[in-house]
């Protein structure tokens, strides 16, 4: 029973008139998992999410959530799931607390039981002191806690966020990336969706790359790096000189050169060494810097694009 996964995809297609968003993608999600789309805008992370939360139907293919048919079940299988959208739509006639009370008597939930179980939320999210406030005035990363609270109201089975930490600032997305931490520790079901490299190595244990309605790799952010990168990416800017230029007089210094406009990337098994090469063939690059690989150098590595501008 508990092999079965919880989301099972197959050839989802998902068109608006003539333009396909999401094209033949096949994704299985097992129970406890945390998984992640990752892509640029326009990839087509949303339209699946909305597929998944069952608020939009597949064009075509084949959908089970927790093993049932969204077209035909779809009532049910929203009530097990907890859905946080891209844009937060939480009410702003009501308190904070309220907005949690509210959603729970939509799932048949006991006004005492929702209170409490608002209270508890509340807790977990930081956000407590402000119960009897108003939404309005929440920060960015506030409204963000609550809109996850709310979808943890009726103790769902699976959490979809859609960019959870989007527009938020890095310590804000910091407390809620320690709270989605503690979620998948509990053994919560998360999928999640995101153009931030790091969000994604931080909270995906399996991940699937989207570009253009597709999904262009698939694996854990250690497995996608290990397949499509070096183990470390030496960058080089220069002065005056081109990178297009410079990558000319860099063969074989690394197993692979890529010149962005405004600097060079040399993917190498070792930094150090390869830096030492760039050198020995004269040249003098204005800085240098030695990192690991990313999941950026592997988006850039498949589409040849960065994932954020
Ligand atoms: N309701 C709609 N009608 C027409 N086109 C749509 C609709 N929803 C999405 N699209 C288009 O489908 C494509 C994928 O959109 P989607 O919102 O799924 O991308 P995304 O990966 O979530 O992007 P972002 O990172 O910007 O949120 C885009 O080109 C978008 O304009
Ligand atoms: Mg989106």
Redesign the pocket.
Known sequence: MSQLPLIHARGLV?R??D?T??DGIDVSVAPGESFG?L????????????MISCVSLPTAGELRILGMDPAREGTRIRARLGVCP?LDNLDFDLSVRENLTTYARYFGIGRRQARARAEELLEFVQLADRAGGKVEPLSGGMKRRLTIARAMVNDPDIILL??PT?GLDPQARHLLWERLFQLKRRGTTLVL?T?YMDEAEQLCDRLVV?DG?RIVAEGSPRSLIQTYSTPEVVELRFGDERPADVAGKLAGAGERIDPLPDRLLVYAADGDAAVAEVHRRGLTPSSVLVRRSTLEDVFLHLTGRTLVD
Not at 39 to 50: D, F
Request: proline share 4%.
């Open positions: 998902k608006f008139g333009f968003a999401v789309f892509g640029p805008n326009g990839a087509g992370k949303s339209s699946t999410m909305r891209q859609d960019e989007t969706t153009h989207m309605g």
